[in-house]
């Protein structure tokens, strides 16, 4: 079967989703292709995210929990950040991917479920099209543009020579839980190495009953499972799972996220990267949805424009531009404090957790966001009691 759309998105993920919503808004015939089943039917994510950041996206407060406190949990500290009033929030990751899905389909995107991209097609070294193969048999789509939106595998712009793999990457297991009693308001970071040789474990709530429990693993610094991890910090009900009573697993996820920073590239002739397969996340707790779907939203935008340029390597410049622009120097001070964490022993944990004692709840938001605006980290760089926090906030700032 042989079709022709003006654009075609490579992955229903947050980052393709909203790209196809804005492409299609913006008057163009685009086709979107997700492998799995269903849009979300694999969940990838922890979905922890911040509440400013998704109402500015326009996420309704519905398909979120909100939290307003902060725990860490070291093998011999704990630390609590309290808040006032929520900032941070744990998303309803199926039901707001469905929602960005409505939303696309709504502005007229046509979407594929079961349906895996399997090659692109070039003409010299411009991107042409793809095939996938769909419930409906294999196709073969001509269009002036690809949005590779495929996550981690960067599986388009891979296949066209932009991207080689990741080599710094983090790997994650999850369990979604029913349990006893959870403070619904509260997540937690859990640091050392029973919870993690080279990452951190965490419970991230959805309400009173419903947790997220996992671990991530930082590669190549570490080659452990984290679904074994994962598993024994659940049979020894290690700190702070202790409190949440009876812990029942109902789902598993499992993921990768690249860990190296922004892609060199993005954009070729005919081609433009989004999302994780761009390296667009911030690196300091491997967060990426809310970049996902502001990032996809505009390579929509930029990439419908640039149909009357024949989605020329040039006209798709600006969307490089843009977003490394954003995002490339937090990343890079990211990539700084989490050179520091990724071998920190137990003992060195409990003293870099105490740091964050004498931070105020919108300090430590903008911290762990990588907010780190050069006026911010001084504040903190000078008035911080603790000396050693002193030095971690002037690194930042070199
Ligand atoms: C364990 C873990 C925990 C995380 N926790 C958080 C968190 O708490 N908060 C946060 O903000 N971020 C978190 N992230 C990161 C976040 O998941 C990513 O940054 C975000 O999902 C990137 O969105 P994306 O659309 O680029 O890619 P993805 O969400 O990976 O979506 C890509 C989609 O493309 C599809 N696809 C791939 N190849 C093809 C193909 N060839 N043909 C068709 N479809 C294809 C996939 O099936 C998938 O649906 C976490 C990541 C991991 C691994």
């Not at 949990?73 to 960005?100: E, F, K, W």
Request: charged letters at 20%; proline letters at 4%; one cysteine or more.
């Amino acid at each position: 079967m042989a079709s022709t759309y003006d654009i075609v998105v490579v992955g229903g993920g947050p980052a393709g989703l909203a790209a196809a919503q804005s492409t299609a808004k913006a008057g163009a015939r685009v086709i979107l292709f997700e492998k799995d089943e269903a849009i979300a039917h694999s969940v990838r994510t922890s979905g922890v995210s911040w509440i400013d950041s998704m109402e500015s996206l326009g996420i309704p407060s519905s398909l979120y929990n909100p939290i307003a406190n902060y725990r860490f949990v070291s093998p011999s500290n704990d630390v609590m950040i309290s808040g006032s009033t929520p900032r941070s929030c744990v998303l309803d990751v199926r039901a707001t991917y469905q929602h960005l899905a409505f939303l696309a389909a709504e502005a007229g995107a046509t979407i594929m479920v079961r349906s895996n991209v399997i090659n692109i097609a070039k003409e010299g070294s411009r991107v042409t099209g793809v095939k996938a193969s769909t419930p409906a048999g294999d196709m073969e789509v001509k269009c002036p543009l690809v949005i590779d939106a495929s996550g981690f595998s960067t599986s388009a712009g891979r296949k066209a020579g932009l991207a080689g793999e990741w080599r710094r990457y983090g790997v994650g297991a999850e369990y979604e839980c029913y349990c006893d009693h959870a403070d619904s308001l509260t997540w937690t970071l859990m640091v050392g190495q029973q919870y993690s040789e080279a990452g951190y474990a965490w419970v991230f709530p959805l309400s009173k009953n419903r947790v997220r429990i996992g671990v991530g693993i930082g590669r190549p610094e570490s080659q452990a499972d984290p679904l074994d991890k994962l598993h024994a910090v659940l049979e020894k009900k290690l700190k702070p799972l202790d409190a949440l009573g009876k812990i029942q697993p109902v789902e598993l996820h499992y993921g990768f996220i690249p860990n190296e920073g922004p892609r060199q590239v993005s954009v070729a002739d005919g081609l433009l990267m989004v999302g994780d397969s761009a390296g667009q996340s911030n690196p300091l707790v491997l967060e990426g949805v809310r970049y996902a779907i502001e990032f996809g939203r505009l390579a929509g935008e930029v990439g419908a424009r640039s149909l009357t340029h024949n989605a020329s390597k040039e006209s798709l410049a600006d969307y490089e531009k843009a977003w490394k622009a954003r995002v490339a120097a937090k990343i890079a001070s990211a990539l700084k404090v989490q050179s520091r964490w990724i071998g920190l022993s137990d003992g060195e944990w409990d003293k870099e957790i105490e740091i964050l004692r004498d931070m105020s709840a919108d300090e430590f938001i903008d911290f762990i966001k990588a907010d780190f605006t050069a006026a911010k980290m001084m504040k903190l760089a000078f008035h911080h009691p603790k000396l050693a926090a002193r030095q971690l906030f002037n690194m930042v700032l070199k």
